[in-house]
């Protein structure tokens, strides 16, 4: 498994970047577990080496617009990575993006989810859905607008995930 990730991500200070990261921080103080993280979403995931990611988010961002996505209603799942999360709406822009990505790596399309995470988790599902219920509809950004991609070196915890470059979307 690669120890690089590609992420879309918002700007920082801008009062949208600062909403996501207030209240990723916040989830973040209701469980042990949960680490502090940047506002992101992963494009290409599992990438083997800076190198590669670097050349994946060079093309993404030569290609690439800013996006401003629609941000749907809060969730939850089963998975670690996405205990408590918000499903972007695949617009054709984004999904060109990552099959971009994917075609510089020589990767197949795969299914892809795109979405914010608002908390990494392995608390229960019934914790996770009490948690979801409880975020205030106003709290999230009903729109996310992602004009940066960046390589981020994700091996190890959470706490120890860099970002090692990023580039601006065209």
Do not use: K
């Not at 992101?40 to 617009?65: E, I, K, M, Y």
């Not at 969730?75 to 054709?92: E, Y």
């Not at 399309?109 to 975020?135: E, F, W």
């Amino acid at each position: 498994m690669g120890t690089y990730s590609v992420w879309l991500i918002p700007e920082a200070g801008t009062a949208e970047h600062t909403r996501w990261t207030r209240l990723i921080a916040a989830l973040a103080d209701t469980a042990a577990d949960a680490p502090v993280f940047d506002p992101h979403l992963t494009l290409v995931g599992s990438v083997a080496d800076a190198h590669h990611a670097t050349r994946v988010a060079q093309a993404v961002a030569n290609v690439t617009p800013s996006l401003e996505l629609r941000v749907r209603d809060v969730q939850c799942s089963t998975t670690t990575h996405q205990c408590v999360f918000c499903p972007v709406a695949p617009s054709v822009p984004l999904l060109r993006a990552r099959r971009h990505g994917s075609a510089v790596l020589d990767r197949p399309d795969t299914p892809y989810v795109p979405h914010v995470s608002l908390i990494y988790s392995d608390m229960s599902l019934a914790r996770r859905v009490t948690l979801a219920d409880a975020i205030e509809p106003t709290a999230i950004p009903d729109r996310l607008r992602l004009t940066r991609v960046a390589v981020v070196d994700t091996a190890g915890p959470v706490s120890e995930w860099e970002p090692i470059r990023a580039f601006p979307l065209s």
